[in-house]
């Protein structure tokens, strides 16, 4: 079992910067970033793997960044130029999948999934 407790959500205006942090009871081979918009399928937004191999979703490449301290088994993700568009509940997920070397933004890959944490972006 792992346990992933999500915080640091939050209201910005668009253009603005949020981080999303999210303490893991142990290390996986995979940590991701999921999201889920109301009315709206879960979708993945970034995932790195054990070694430091990081995925993104093309919405947000160029202003998303996930990263983490294996010593701590803490996953971020760092989301700047946030967009109305980003909002949404975001997950933390741990999975032990990869393929090709990388953590696949697929859900079914990912076996624990925090209790989630909103963030909202304002026009």
């Known amino acids: 079992q792992v346990q992933l407790v999500e915080s640091g959500g939050g209201s910005v205006q668009a253009g603005g910067s949020l981080r999303v942090s999210c303490a893991a009871s142990?290390?996986?081979?995979?940590m991701g970033w999921f999201r889920q918009a109301p009315g709206k399928k879960r979708e993945g937004v970034a995932s790195i793997s054990r070694d430091g191999t990081p995925t993104y979703a093309d919405s947000v490449k160029g202003r998303f960044t996930i990263s983490q301290d294996n010593a701590n088994n803490t996953p971020y993700l760092q989301m700047n130029s946030l967009k109305p568009e980003d909002t949404a509940m975001y997950y933390c997920?741990?999975?032990?999948?990869?393929?090709?070397?990388?953590?696949?933004?697929?859900?079914?890959?990912?076996?624990?999934w925090g209790q989630g944490t909103q963030v909202t972006v304002a026009s």
């Open positions: 997920a741990a999975g032990s999948v990869r393929r090709g070397g990388y953590c696949l933004l697929l859900p079914a890959y990912f076996n624990y």
């Open positions: 142990k290390n996986t081979v995979c």
